[in-house]
């Protein structure tokens, strides 16, 4: 008899955990688009190019596994800080004047080398197995006019798992999915670490937008180690940022900006509904320093529009990438 995926359900822990191989509770359920997650071969290896009087292999032997996979899902404050968090590595949590909501301030941490990890449980409809140890290597925010706002980030996990996990379903955040109609696109003016002010909206010429963030994280087995799992999931030398934006093409200011090699401070708000009193449920994406990278015209619907690359800059003072949500959860996302 087939299984189907009615009745499955993923969900993570709220707080990271304290090593490679201790369990947080999982206590946060998320809804997800796409294909189940599940431990693969990483490195299996067989004796195909050996000379050995037969025409196909004679030993095999996998020496190692692997948890890859995606979260896919429209964006809300919630998913995105759990997420963004991990990738990022520093949450900064303060309350919203005098308001029962939070504002989670997600920065780059440079002193992170081993990337914080989650416990994650996958209920596919068939079996419910716990991931222990998994994290994010990078996300990616975009949206599109007439759509949701999507995200989804890109997990890695040491495959250390426990199969027949049999923890009860958690709750979910009660968060509405963000939209287009929420988002708002800023160029220029000025960043001091709290608020953008003096930028140019460009929001009514804009068509579509894409952030993405990676921090190039990769896997370490470990000599000695035969459970086959990784040892450490660290960071890359080096980061990846990219944002882009397809926009109705309005004025020359889009090709004149990449060939002064002008640079600007990008902010996109996407504000929903209240959260409590005056604090909305909020994701904000603030880049303090861009330079257009590319800036090509192209005909939408017989309209000349400009889909604008921008490279991503780290500024001495504020970084590269800030990203506030705000919600109703107190703690810290990496608490």
């Known amino acids: ?25 999982v206590n946060t359920l998320l809804y997800y688009e796409g294909e189940p997650l599940q431990t693969a071969a990483n490195n299996f290896w067989s004796n195909k190019g050996e000379i050995t009087g037969e025409l196909l292999p004679t030993q095999a032997r996998l020496l190692n596994k692997k948890l890859e996979g995606k979260h896919k899902s429209k964006a809300y404050p919630h998913l995105v800080a759990l997420f963004a968090s ?28 081993e990337l914080p990890k989650r416990t994650m449980i996958e209920n596919d409809g068939q079996e419910q197995t716990k991931f222990i140890g998994v994290g994010c290597t990078g996300f990616t925010i975009s949206a599109k006019e007439n759509d949701f706002v999507d995200f989804e980030a890109d997990l890695i996990g040491t495959a250390n798992e426990v199969l027949n996990d049999v923890t009860a379903k958690p709750a979910r955040v009660n968060e509405s999915y963000l939209a287009y109609v929420d988002a708002q696109f800023f160029r220029g003016g000025a960043y001091d670490g709290t608020a953008v002010t003096g930028a140019t ?48 093409l309005e004025d020359t200011s889009h090709k004149a900006a990449l060939l002064a090699g002008t640079e600007y401070v990008m902010r996109i708000p996407i504000v ?12 904000e994406i603030i880049l303090p320093r861009v330079r257009y990278q590319e800036a090509p015209k192209k005909v939408n619907d017989g309209i000349l529009a400009v889909n604008a690359k921008f490279a991503v800059l780290s500024d001495p003072t504020y970084g590269g990438l800030i990203i506030n949500c705000i919600n109703l959860q107190q703690a810290s996302y990496l608490a």
């Open 1 to 25: 008899m087939p299984f189907n995926t009615m009745g499955g359900w993923r969900g993570f822990s709220l707080t990271k955990q304290t090593d490679n191989i201790t369990a947080a509770a």
């Open 86 to 113: 991990m990738a990022m590595g520093k949450d900064t949590s303060t309350v919203v004047g005098a308001t029962t909501a939070y504002k989670h301030k997600l920065e780059i941490d440079k002193t992170v080398v």
């Open 201 to 248: 909206d460009f929001s009514g010429s804009l068509i579509s937008f894409k952030l993405t963030f990676k921090n190039e994280a990769k896997g370490r087995y470990k000599f000695g180690d035969a459970s086959g799992t990784l040892a450490a999931i660290r960071r890359g030398a080096q980061y990846t940022c990219e944002l882009e934006a397809e926009m109705e």
């Open 272 to 283: 929903g509904g209240v959260a409590n009193g005056a604090a909305n449920y909020t994701v």
